[in-house]
């Protein structure tokens, strides 16, 4: 399942509070969300746009909705969880790194 995220060329600004999120929030919200490869990742944001009645569309290249369309709470909140999952792979990532020094160390040990 994928997951992507449009955004449209209007502004948006009337709408959004300049001082919590601004277009370029939403860009990089976007990007990390497209770098994202963890499949439960996109279950977890999925499970997210249902549970905030988000409108969606789906076809077989993915699920699509404009980031615009949500709340500067909606947005605040999927940024979290975003963020969330990066913090997840760092964490598994010093795991990995982790376990491979304790191999070497056993293994020259």
């Known amino acids: ?3 992507i995220y ?3 060329s209007i502004s948006y600004n009337n709408e ?3 001082n919590l999120i601004t277009q370029n929030d939403k860009i990089k919200i976007q990007k990390k969300i497209e770098l994202l490869k963890n499949k439960n990742y996109y279950k977890n944001i999925f499970k997210f746009i249902v549970k ?3 409108s969606y569309s789906e076809n077989t290249n993915g699920i699509f909705f404009n980031l615009n369309s949500l709340s500067n709470k909606q947005i605040l909140h999927l940024q ?3 963020e969330s999952f ?3 792979d760092k964490q598994l990532e010093e795991k990995s790194n982790l376990d491979k020094t304790y191999d070497e160390y056993i293994t020259n040990n």
């Open 6 to 8: 449009y955004m449209s």
């Open 86 to 88: 990066s913090t997840i």
């Open 80 to 82: 979290k969880i975003v």
């Open 52 to 54: 905030e009645n988000i």
């Open 16 to 18: 959004i509070s300049s």
């Open 1 to 3: 399942m994928y997951i």
